[in-house]
Structures are given as structure tokens and as C-alpha cells.
């Protein structure tokens, strides 16, 4: 089943402990990004990933690091969280740019503490 | 910069029918509509490329009004599933980037 896979789905963390979210597709899908999403601010886009090696920032990149070492994972990066992390996450995939239907995971949703 | 939808809400009867707008201040090259219902992920409604084009899926259609910026979701007939937030989001000058407007949230009641 072609599908975007993240994990963890939900995390309580505290502030400073670093952590990462994974995400992985089986879709062949050059392009991944990353989305936040809060009450009343919608999806913001936070890094997007072009092909292997190949990443760019969205809108809300601070606090965040990425990385594309292969095709299928896209791995989202806090080195040190803070509370104003705490969101809803969304890893999205598509064919070959950011003009193509997202296919998104089902979302990790983090607590900072 | 984040495209401005309207309304923020809508409230339908089932079979009422509904119009979610999407504007930018930058230039478009492609709007994308899609539709999150609770707890869940957005799941892709349609895409449209510039070109004032419009597309239909079953009775939810789009239009893209390259030199307005702007782009409109019509749902007719509305039904009961339809109920959820609808997105718009734009790539702005040709960038790769995908900016989401803040959503509208769309209640269909029978």
C-alpha cells in the first residue's frame, strides 16, 4: 500500500532532550516536506526536500533541522526543543515537485514540556 | 506570505451549495485544494496550474483566476461528508515552496 509513514504518532517530551520525528515513503517520491500545524494558523510549511541530499527551508525552518541522506526517509530534527514546538506534524510526499498532489502521514503530534 | 481564505466558517444544510475563495498577493503559478476532517490528515483534493482553468471532482469543482490570484472551491449539493476543513495552498512565483492558507472549516448538517 503506497503510503507516508512517521513516527513516533504522539511524544510528551521536555524541553532541551533532543528528538527526531521520521517519516518514510514508498512511493518513489523525490519531494518530501514538513508541516506544522496550529489552531487558527493552518499548515505552515517548515523544510522541503527537492531529491537526495537536496533540502531547502519553508516558512517556520527555526528550530529545526532536516536531512535527506536517502529517496525514502526524510527525518525532522529538534536539537533543542522548546515549548512553542509543541504542534501537530505532518510529513507530505509527491512524484517530483511542489506542484504535485501532497500525500501526507497521519501526523505526529508532540507535547514540549 | 500566507494566501487569505474566506469565509473562515460555513455552516450548510445538506444539498445547500458553498464557495470557499483563495487569494494571494503574489503572483500564482498553482493552487491546490484540500480537505482535512478531524484527527485525520489533509487528503488532496485537486490541483490547478495558471491558465483560469477549472476542474471538477464529482460536484466539488475549482476555478483559478490567474490574474485576479485567486482561486474558488464550489461544492453543490452539499453532503454530509463533505463536512471538514478545506485548505488552499499556493506555490507563489514558480517557487517549490507550498504555502496553506489558514483553512475553512466547512459543517454540513442534514
Known amino acids: 500500500e503506497a503510503q507516508v509513514t512517521q513516527n513516533p504518532r504522539y511524544l510528551i517530551t521536555v524541553t532541551g532532550k533532543k528528538l527526531t520525528v521520521t517519516c518514510s515513503q514508498n512511493?518513489?517520491?523525490?519531494?518530501m516536506s514538513w508541516y506544522r500545524q496550529d489552531p487558527g494558523l493552518g499548515l505552515r510549511q517548515i523544510y522541503y526536500?527537492?531529491?537526495?541530499?537536496?533540502?531547502d527551508k519553508g516558512d517556520v525552518p527555526e528550530g529545526y533541522k532536516v536531512s535527506r541522506k536517502e529517496k525514502r526517509n526524510f527525518p525532522l530534527i529538534l536539537e533543542s526543543p522548546s515549548p512553542n514546538q509543541t504542534s501537530l506534524y505532518f510529513c507530505?510526499?509527491?512524484?517530483?515537485?511542489?506542484?504535485?498532489?501532497?500525500?501526507f502521514g497521519d501526523g505526529t503530534r508532540l507535547s514540549i514540556l | 506570505q500566507q494566501p487569505v481564505q474566506s469565509p473562515q466558517a460555513v455552516i450548510l444544510r445538506e444539498g445547500e451549495d458553498a464557495v470557499i475563495n483563495c487569494s494571494s498577493s503574489?503572483?500564482?503559478?498553482?493552487v491546490h485544494w484540500y480537505r482535512q476532517k478531524h484527527g485525520e490528515a489533509p487528503v488532496f483534493l485537486m490541483i490547478?496550474?495558471?491558465?483560469?482553468e477549472q476542474k471538477g471532482h464529482e460536484k466539488i469543482s475549482a476555478s483559478f483566476n490567474e490574474k485576479k490570484q485567486q482561486s474558488s472551491l464550489y461544492l453543490t449539493a452539499s453532503q454530509l461528508s463533505y463536512s471538514g476543513t478545506y485548505f488552499c495552498?499556493?506555490?507563489?512565483?514558480?517557487?517549490?515552496?507550498?504555502?496553506f492558507g489558514k483553512g475553512t472549516k466547512l459543517t454540513v448538517n442534514p
Open positions: 507530505a510526499s509527491s512524484l517530483y515537485r511542489g506542484l504535485q498532489p501532497q500525500h
Open positions: 512511493m518513489n517520491h523525490e519531494y
Open positions: 526536500s527537492m531529491n537526495v541530499e537536496v533540502t
Open positions: 503574489k503572483a500564482l503559478y498553482s
Open positions: 490547478l496550474l495558471k491558465g483560469g
Open positions: 495552498g499556493t506555490n507563489q512565483g514558480g517557487s517549490e515552496k507550498l504555502v
